[in-house]
Structure formats: structure tokens, C-alpha cells
């Protein structure tokens, strides 16, 4: 199914980012060869612990919404790079880069966030493999 | 004795640069470094990880080429192959500890605390603090082993050395993080070194020593550092609790909104 604001993206990952320590490994959860961009509104934003959460709603070429779920870096992580739980609302328009969930669920880590006036935030977590 | 005085003379010179390289290892000479009322180098403050000096990343595995000669039978078991069970390869992912020294090797902020009697050293990964006696007190041989073992610490001279035993078996390092056949453990003769000098207002060199009889056969060694971030003092460490939303647990996302 070919979608207008969902583009998912298969193939090699091309950034090496090392994996450091996390609480988890970024590889048992998350496919770093199934790469995904989405652009939606966000729906809802989990600033806590041990990863941030942020929900995207997205819609395809019939109108279908999706709702996806991306995970970022821990909260304390992400405040000392001076990213506040205020740098993303409800409501706001965001692309999100990332890799999708092994389960097949419709979750990623959302490594980067761009805003339309082209701020661009990179949320990953210190661990997680990035998108360049 | 005309040849001896001679002799005596253009040495001196050379046991000067001697002593003075010694004094070098040290401490930087005119370093100034804080100090407790007690005189003891004060090593309070928020710091870096440990990490090789002049690392961009964090140490989380050792460095195979540092390590000593495996003892008969000690390969098989600081390897241990990974079985697909998450529980059993990645206990992280659900929540459980790293243990020492993995939890503090990570990139996130170590704040320590010290007084006469204690130094406290707390990471902000999991909030794992160690509360680290400094009387040189014997180790206990009647508890139950622990993922953080026991440290007790001890001075010699400006150097503070801390040796923990009583680990359980548990991972060494973040190894099966970057290996998905094998995890990397010590054993429950673990037995840690730390070696502690604050060489300048900034900078703790830290020298790392793994002990462990049942896998090598000998201690060994690496020398990292630690780098002061005073501009981390007016948030200190941020909170972070595992448990709060593992989303992903054990690699199976839970669904909601």
C-alpha cells in the first residue's frame, strides 16, 4: 500500500552509531534495517522514564489514521541537551525518523524529530542507533 | 674518590628528572585539588564516566587485548552463549540490574560525595548508588552475594583505593549488547580494584583492576579517567526509573495510546 505521509523505507542501515549502555538493548527491540519516516500530529507525549514516548497520529492516501508510537531518550538525558518536555505538544506537526518495533507493532525509536519551521531534535537515546 | 664525587655530581641532576617524573605520575606538580578538613583529597562533585583518557564514547566492554590468559575451564565460563530467552539475554530489558562495574561505565553522569567516612557514588543510570566505607574494614564472608558487590575503601596516601568482593555471577561489561551470540560474565570470585588520584582540578585518573581466579589467570588492569562537569552541579542527577513505562519490555511493545 503506497501512502502519501507514511513513508516506511526498507533497507540497510547506513549510520553506525555505537550501542552503548541502555537498559535495554536497542537491537532486541527495535530493527535497525526496517528504518521508518512518518509525519503526523502528535497525539500524545509520555515524558517518563526509562524512555520518552511520544504518539503520532498518521494519516494514508485513503485517509486511514494511524496512530504510531516512538520511543526517544530517557527524560533526564534529553533535559540535560536541553530538550524540555515542552519541545513537543499535542497538536503539533512533526517528521519523525526511526526504526520500527521487532514485534511488527506499529512502534519505533524515534531518533529524529523536525519540526515544519525545520528545527530539527534529536531525540534518541544516548544507546539507540540514530538516523543520519 | 675525586671519579666517585664526580660521579655523584652528574647523577644528581638525573635523580632530580627521576624523582620529579615520579612525582609527575602522581599529581601534576602546583595541581590544586580540593581537600576535606581532614586533608584527604576531596573527590565531591558531578563527573563524566569512566573512560579511556582523550574517549569520545563510554567504556561499556573491556578491552579483550588488556585481559589476562584465560585459567583452565575459564573461557567456558566467561562466555556464555545467549539461548533466545529475553529473560536470560537481556535482563536489562526487564529492568534489572547491570550490576558493577557495567552500571557505571555508561554515558550518563556519576556524582560522588565524600566524608571522612564514606564516599558516596552515585550514577544516574538507574540511580545505582554504592555506599563506599573508607575504613579499609574487612569484607564480610557470611552474606549473600550481591550484582554490586561489597567495596569498602582505603587511603594510600593520596590515592584512594577501593576493593569490592562478594559479587554474584553477572554480566562484566555491555559485551552481549554488541555480540548477539555471547554474554561476557565474571564469576562469584570477582574481586574489583579501583584506584582513585585526583591529578588536577578536573581530573580523577582511574585505574580499574578485575580479579578473578575461577576465569583468569591473573589480576588485570586498564587506566581510564574521569572528567569534571561542574556544570552539571544545579541539576545534579535526574531521576530515572526503569520500571515507570517499559514500553517495550523484553522486546514485545504494549499498544495505547
Known amino acids: 500500500m503506497r501512502t502519501r505521509?507514511?513513508?516506511?523505507?526498507?533497507?540497510?542501515?547506513?549510520?553506525?552509531?555505537?550501542?552503548?549502555?541502555?537498559?535495554?538493548?536497542?537491537?532486541?527491540?527495535?530493527?535497525?534495517?526496517?528504518?521508518?519516516?512518518?509525519?503526523?500530529?502528535?497525539?500524545?507525549?509520555?515524558?517518563?522514564?526509562?524512555?520518552?514516548?511520544?504518539?503520532?497520529d498518521v494519516k494514508d492516501d485513503q485517509g486511514k489514521v494511524t496512530n504510531w508510537g516512538f520511543s526517544a531518550g530517557p527524560p533526564g538525558v534529553l533535559q540535560r541537551r536541553g530538550i524540555s518536555r515542552n519541545a513537543m505538544k499535542t497538536g503539533d506537526v512533526i517528521?519523525?525518523?526511526?526504526?520500527?518495533a521487532r514485534d511488527g507493532s506499529n512502534n519505533a525509536s524515534g531518533g529524529k524529530v523536525t519540526f515544519p519551521d525545520g528545527r530539527s531534535v534529536f531525540t534518541a537515546s544516548n544507546e539507540d542507533k540514530a538516523p543520519k | 674518590m675525586l671519579n666517585v664525587q664526580k660521579f655523584a655530581a652528574g647523577l644528581a641532576p638525573l635523580l632530580v628528572?627521576?624523582?620529579?617524573?615520579?612525582?609527575?605520575?602522581?599529581?601534576?606538580?602546583?595541581?590544586?585539588?580540593?581537600?576535606?578538613?581532614?586533608?584527604?583529597?576531596?573527590?565531591?562533585?558531578?563527573?563524566?564516566?569512566?573512560?579511556?583518557?582523550?574517549?569520545?564514547?563510554?567504556?561499556?566492554?573491556?578491552?579483550?587485548?588488556?585481559m589476562a590468559p584465560f585459567v583452565p575451564g575459564g573461557e567456558a565460563l566467561f562466555y556464555e552463549p545467549r539461548t533466545g530467552d529475553p529473560r536470560h539475554d537481556?535482563?536489562?530489558?526487564?529492568c534489572m540490574p547491570s550490576g558493577f562495574p557495567s552500571a557505571f561505565l555508561g554515558p550518563y553522569p556519576v556524582q560522588l560525595i565524600q566524608t571522612p567516612q564514606h564516599l558516596v557514588m552515585s550514577t544516574e543510570f538507574m540511580n545505582v548508588t554504592r555506599i563506599i566505607p573508607l575504613d579499609g574494614r574487612p569484607h564480610k564472608?557470611?552474606?549473600?552475594?550481591?550484582?554490586?558487590?561489597?567495596?569498602?575503601?582505603?587511603?594510600?596516601?593520596?590515592?584512594?583505593?577501593?576493593?569490592?568482593?562478594?559479587?554474584?555471577?553477572?554480566?562484566?561489561?555491555?559485551?552481549?549488547?554488541?555480540?548477539p551470540k555471547e554474554y561476557r560474565m565474571h564469576s562469584d570470585a570477582f574481586h574489583t580494584i579501583e584506584r582513585l588520584r585526583r591529578i588536577d582540578a578536573n581530573t580523577i585518573a582511574y585505574e580499574f583492576t578485575v580479579d578473578d581466579p575461577k576465569i583468569f589467570t591473573r589480576p588485570w588492569?586498564?587506566?581510564?579517567?574521569?572528567?569534571?562537569?561542574?556544570?552539571?552541579?544545579?541539576?545534579?542527577?535526574?531521576?530515572?526509573?526503569?520500571n515507570e513505562n517499559n514500553r517495550c519490555e523484553g522486546g514485545k511493545c504494549r499498544e495505547g495510546k
Open chain 1, 5 to 56: 505521509l507514511m513513508a516506511l523505507t526498507l533497507g540497510l542501515l547506513a549510520g553506525t552509531s555505537p550501542l552503548l549502555l541502555a537498559h535495554h538493548s536497542f537491537s532486541a527491540e527495535y530493527d535497525a534495517n526496517q528504518p521508518v519516516k512518518v509525519t503526523g500530529v502528535v497525539t500524545k507525549v509520555e515524558w517518563q522514564n526509562p524512555h520518552i514516548w511520544f504518539f503520532v
Open chain 1, 95 to 100: 517528521v519523525v525518523e526511526g526504526f520500527r
Open chain 2, 17 to 66: 628528572i627521576a624523582l620529579a617524573a615520579t612525582l609527575n605520575a602522581q599529581s601534576k606538580p602546583g595541581a590544586r585539588i580540593p581537600r576535606l578538613a581532614d586533608g584527604k583529597p576531596d573527590f565531591t562533585g558531578m563527573w563524566d564516566n569512566p573512560k579511556e583518557p582523550g574517549a569520545r564514547g563510554a567504556a561499556t566492554v573491556f578491552d579483550k587485548a588488556k
Open chain 2, 90 to 94: 537481556e535482563p536489562r530489558a526487564f
Open chain 2, 141 to 179: 564472608t557470611d552474606i549473600e552475594p550481591t550484582f554490586y558487590g561489597e567495596p569498602i575503601g582505603r587511603w594510600e596516601g593520596d590515592t584512594l583505593v577501593i576493593e569490592a568482593r562478594n559479587y554474584k555471577r553477572w554480566s562484566l561489561d555491555d559485551w552481549y549488547y554488541q555480540n
Open chain 2, 221 to 242: 588492569s586498564v587506566q581510564w579517567e574521569m572528567k569534571r562537569h561542574p556544570e552539571w552541579d544545579t541539576t545534579g542527577l535526574y531521576e530515572m526509573v526503569c
